[in-house]
């Protein structure tokens, strides 16, 4: 595996994500940072300057007054990833989209459209909705429960894969000698008769791009979402908490893969870590305690942190009393986590407020330090095959521009990271392969079996 | 009415549009021209240049092997539009979406979203999808009857008009020096109860652009259609046939929308034509001749002129015979046209190959001749008041070239057209007011009310 080599991802988001509601207050940012397209643009032009593989927009479809800053008021993916893919060369370009509020037929249509406009440069992050509350913005009395979530998930990934290859990559001759613009026989409806959505026809009217398909991308962490990363996500973003748990998440994952068939080795593992670079570790270790401090708010953190439990609201609770366990009466949005938080708590015998001090507060981290000190705390994480490389958190345009123009040359040094794009292609630059056309490889395996026989 | 101005749109497609299926064998066209994002690129700037309102993308979301070449395979009209709003600066960016198969959540987000990275250039096309077929990429058995799908318009946009209001204009003051990032007062909930989406909660989780909301434009000539532009439509697109009919319908669509207490003049009225400009009018009647005879092919024409009876297939009837009146057997899925192709061919006693030559052949087109001779043309269409504009078929981006370089000049020095842009916003350029938020101004009037008792 001397050939591995890292891969590296940046998060961009507007300023005041959750758990970060003060980070709009850094003068360096623009004050409409999360609906601002120049700044998008700029930061996107960086991360292409530093090598890096993919920006990553997250996404949410519900907000209350109390949402974090940059889910009040944000961009929407398609639009921006759109606008980014004309502003850019060889960046992956991946957008988060839920299957549970949206139909299959309209999805496989923008990220099609996005992968031509991008020439084979976008990525699929498949989501289900945790905010309940989402389902009334959809005309819904109540959320899909967990499992028609991941049924949903599954199915409209196999749909949309299907739709993707309704023309083969030779459907379009666009001969004008001979006259012909299209070969019909290499147009195919999908024909697909399911569960979660019944009836889905097609064809699709887009052609696959130069990457055959958009990347998957996948974040789920209960055995449900585990189970759908193994099954179809190549890109799976997860927590970079610590070693230990990122390494056993990675084999966890891997081992899900192989016993499905899959080469573990086309499931890329990346975990979302913030950087903090000084000139001394010193420096580094003071910015991160200055971010801390200033984003850290009880009542704040404690709305936010009711976020897991379907925003259940736990300032009716004393908080020093003991955590009290509502895994009956709330909906469990993002399951794993609020039984985490819950077993945790009672383990521990922790009070409501130390509860959310745990869970919600910002802690230290793990990437803080010289240029060189991250570099190598990278490198470690890497070669110890704990992750296949990392997704960043932008807070701050400084210290992007810091881990741009000094980490990102010190791996390359290191030889574990690119000093060019290897392709002009997502997959190409993930070392993914080009999903072969369904229809043109069963008629050459047809055509294989007719000449042995 | 002296500084009454003309407004220019072009509609951009790839080559081989309905009726064309032949355009793409223009050799200065890139043969993949319908999903090629520089070719539309290329397009706007050129139209940019020669100050025009607007660029259209049309859409639509079902196909079979028969489609128009421009139809098989197209770029999806949000990621397109988003690409070409970071590649232009002032010109307007209209897209077709169905509310028919399309969340009103969804379309509230992506066109704000375009609105907002365009700095309130956005419009939006509604349509209710005319192709039966479009029902089965999206789980139904049938596609909605024509009243609920005009229902679903007037109610979605409605409901739209309410999400893109979200937010006041002062929400977000963002003010480092008193920490104040939002105004939770200035944030609000739809609570949208309704017949064809029962539930819409909001707020949407996005801001007002600089132009308030996205314009609305419409294009139905049915009764439904035009109450539906009289009632909400601020740009309404329709046919260039002759000076008389589009002149009639200019005049019942203002007189709609007056009856609906709206001021007429904030309904623009722009024909679809197509150019063909020459040296002589002679050799531009020989650009149209050659165009229409590159087009014309029966068999392809019949199977076309079948989409208003929801693809009915006319190739099983004998052409020579008397046309045959299916309007009991076939869905209408263009009413109004089916309605009076059919009623023409009793009444005139047609055979159906006369039939399908009369409305689906090529012919020959008003706007034909020199530069001098096409401007002097608009000008008597606008100050005949049978139009306010026109939106403009580009079929050979020459004929594009030649209509920005020599026509434009023209109109601007007949005093008719700009020759600078009013504004940076589309409102703005098209004379339409910015719409007022509706809970700043219902809290103004109870202010003033205050005041007055």
Same mark, same amino acid.
């Given at each position: ?93 991946? !957008? =988060? ?6 139909? #299959?037929? %309209?999805?496989? +249509? ?6 031509? /406009? ?75 008769? !399911? =569960? ?6 097609? #064809?699709? %009217?887009?052609? +696959? ?6 990347? /998957? ?89 009711? +976020? ?146």
């Amino acid at each position: 595996m001397t050939d591995r080599q890292l891969h590296l991802g940046v998060i961009l988001t507007g300023a005041g994500g959750p758990g970060r509601p003060k980070t709009w207050l850094y003068d360096d940012l623009p004050l409409d940072s999360s609906v601002n397209v120049d700044w998008y643009i700029e930061l996107s032009q960086l991360a292409e300057k530093g090598k890096l593989d993919l920006v990553f927009i997250v996404d949410s479809q519900f907000i209350t007054p109390n949402s974090p800053p940059h889910y009040l008021n944000r961009l929407e993916p398609f639009t921006l990833l759109a606008a980014l893919a004309v502003s850019t060369k060889n960046i992956g370009l991946v !957008g =988060t989209a839920t299957t549970s509020y949206n139909d #299959p037929f %309209n999805l496989a +249509r923008r990220f099609a459209s996005l992968d031509n /406009i991008s020439h084979g440069r976008a990525g699929w992050n498949v989501v289900t909705s945790g905010d309940s509350g989402t389902a009334g913005n959809y005309g819904r009395d109540e959320h899909y429960d967990y499992d028609t979530r991941y049924g949903r998930a599954h199915e409209a990934i196999e749909v949309i894969q299907g739709l993707w290859d309704s023309y083969e990559d030779d459907a379009f001759p666009r001969d004008r000698a001979t006259g012909q613009f299209f070969d019909p026989s290499k147009q195919h409806a999908l024909n697909h008769e !399911g =569960t979660y959505f019944p009836k889905v026809v097609g #064809p699709l %009217n887009i052609q +696959r791009s130069e990457q055959g398909w958009p990347v /998957i991308f996948q974040a789920g962490d209960s055995d449900q979402g585990r189970d759908l990363g193994a099954a179809l996500g190549e890109g799976i973003f997860t927590h970079g908490e610590s070693f230990e748990k990122t390494k056993a998440f990675r084999t966890d994952l891997r081992s899900r893969a192989e016993a499905k068939g899959r080469d573990a080795d086309s499931v890329i593992i990346l975990p979302g870590v913030r950087f903090f670079i000084g000139d001394t570790d010193e420096e580094a270790r003071a910015l991160e305690q200055r971010a801390n401090d200033m984003n850290w708010d009880f009542d704040r953190a404690q709305a936010e942190f009711g +976020r897991a439990f379907g925003w259940h609201d736990f300032s009716q609770y004393d908080p020093e009393a003991p955590f009290p366990d509502v895994r009956e009466i709330a909906t469990l949005a993002w399951k794993t986590q609020a039984d985490e938080v819950t077993d945790t708590a009672l383990r521990e015998g922790l009070t409501l407020r130390q509860t959310v001090e745990r869970f919600a507060a910002p802690r230290r981290g793990h990437f803080v330090g010289t240029a060189q000190h991250v570099a190598d705390l990278i490198e470690e994480w890497f070669t110890g095959e704990a992750t296949d490389g990392f997704n960043i958190y932008v807070e701050q345009p400084a210290q992007f521009r810091r881990f741009v123009e000094e980490v990102v040359p010190i791996l390359q040094q290191k030889g574990i990271f690119r000093t060019e794009y290897e392709a002009s292609t997502l997959r190409g630059n993930l070392g993914l392969p080009i999903p072969a056309n369904r229809y043109t490889a069963a008629r050459e395996a047809s055509r294989e079996h007719a000449a042995i026989s």
